[in-house]
């Protein structure tokens, strides 16, 4: 009962367009295979490419992190100084260096479409998929816990940017935006 309820509190309030801050909330429990079998087949891809890119880079980080690492990677996609779709952004080098370290490393080769959203024994990966599905499908509705920010790193490395303006600190990562780049 509880679920039916929050269920249909989220579905009203996505018709009707209210803006979220998810700095302090969780998303009501939904059977999001089910939504994401009545996807097209573009969509589920992009889906997947988002959902692997915020397990990767931070499956064990708070709530907050993992949208957030949603967000760097949408604002990449809005922004006209990177690739156009998610999976074009997750998967960017720059001469040979990854914008997602990870995607050049073996994890990719673990994770493939079709095994990781069948994985019933991946609570995390399954969480992280519903995330992908909500802030994907409500981007332009939720606040930016970020504050638009196209880069970030963990809190353990100094990668020597220049000309960057810090936007916020998420966990274990700290979320940046360059100053001579906006987001859209």
Not at 43 to 68: D, H, R
Not at 69 to 89: G, M, Q, Y
Not at 155 to 165: F, I, S
Request: aromatic share 14%; charged share 20%; glycine share 4%.
């Amino acid at each position: 009962m509880q679920v039916r309820i929050l269920f249909t509190l989220a579905i009203v309030t996505l018709i009707l367009g209210f803006s979220y801050s998810l700095a302090n909330i969780q998303l009501p429990y939904m059977p999001y295979k089910a939504y994401f079998n009545n996807l097209t087949a573009d969509v589920k891809k992009q889906i997947v490419c988002l959902a692997e890119n915020i397990y990767f880079e931070a499956a064990y980080e708070p709530y907050k992190g993992k949208i957030a690492v949603a967000f760097v990677t949408l604002n990449r996609v809005n922004s006209k100084h990177f690739e156009n779709t998610i999976c074009d952004v997750v998967k960017e080098k720059r001469g040979s260096v990854c914008q997602f370290s990870w995607y050049c490393e073996e994890k990719p080769k673990a994770m493939s479409y079709g095994n990781v959203l069948t994985n019933s024994n991946s609570s995390v990966y399954n969480d992280i998929t519903r995330i992908a599905i909500y802030v994907y499908a409500n981007y332009d509705r939720l606040e930016d816990p970020t504050k638009g920010a196209l880069f970030y790193h963990a809190d353990y490395v100094n990668p020597g940017w220049r000309n960057m303006e810090k936007t916020a600190t998420i966990g274990r990562h700290i979320f940046y935006t360059r100053k001579d780049l906006k987001t859209l």
